[in-house]
């Protein structure tokens, strides 16, 4: 009878493809058939893991069976997060070395355990082992770029001298920003104690006598303090004037 032994030609990676070649001591041609399959062929090509039997058979009709169990081969791949953000670039994220790595690969042409993101991107890494299967993962990466104010001169109201509050009315101030993620908001400070929340208003009123400064917040939550201070002064009123007679 014939005596016949299978293996695989090469690794079945995950998503890819196999072959299941037959060895044996041939006696005279021998006809290979597949359990999972009709007809008859040296070599099998596979998709998907499992276990595959075959069944050889000589020109006297002797036959022999073997089987094999075959898994899929898949590198490990998991990137720390799904989204990544930073208020600080370039953000250096890592992938940690596997035993059986070949190389690890990434969309933004990066090579390597380590890559620097400097810009908003989806970037996926793909690990390469040495069977040459590959793992790949995704992430989305944020990065607020540095913020800077251009030149703004607000409209100033002061206190008035009968006490009406001032009003400060930066006008448009989102226009005046560079840099970081819109939309923005903006706390108005004064002796370093915010007034209110941030909000995405420019307009600030109800203000007493003082100065302030303005800060900015990006969608990221970045902040930026252009250390510009703007000042709310009281009105001069004139003296009464006392009439006598």
Known sequence: APAIRLSLVNPLCRGGQAQIGVN???????????ESIDGTTDTLLI???????????NEAGCQDTASISVQAIAPELTLPADTI?????????EVPKKPGDKAVRWSNGQTGYTVEIGKTQELTAT????????ETDTLQARVSQPMRLKQVAPEIKPVSCDGKPGVLDFKNLPEAISGGEPPYRFTLTKRQQAI????????????????????????L?????????????????DDPVVVVG
């Open 24 to 34: 044996s001591k041939k006696e005279g041609d021998l006809r290979v058939g597949w």
């Open 47 to 57: 998709t998907s893991p499992g276990s595959y039997q075959a069944v050889a058979t």
């Open 85 to 93: 953000q930073t208020c600080d670039p370039p953000k250096r994220v």
């Open 127 to 134: 690990r390469i082992d040495t069977n040459g299967c590959r």
């Open 196 to 219: 209110g929340e941030p909000e995405r208003r420019d307009s600030f009123a109800n203000l007493s006598e003082g100065t302030y400064r303005i800060s900015v917040t990006d969608q």
């Open 221 to 237: 939550g970045c902040s930026y303090d252009p250390s510009k201070s703007f000042s709310i002064r009281k009105q001069q009123c």
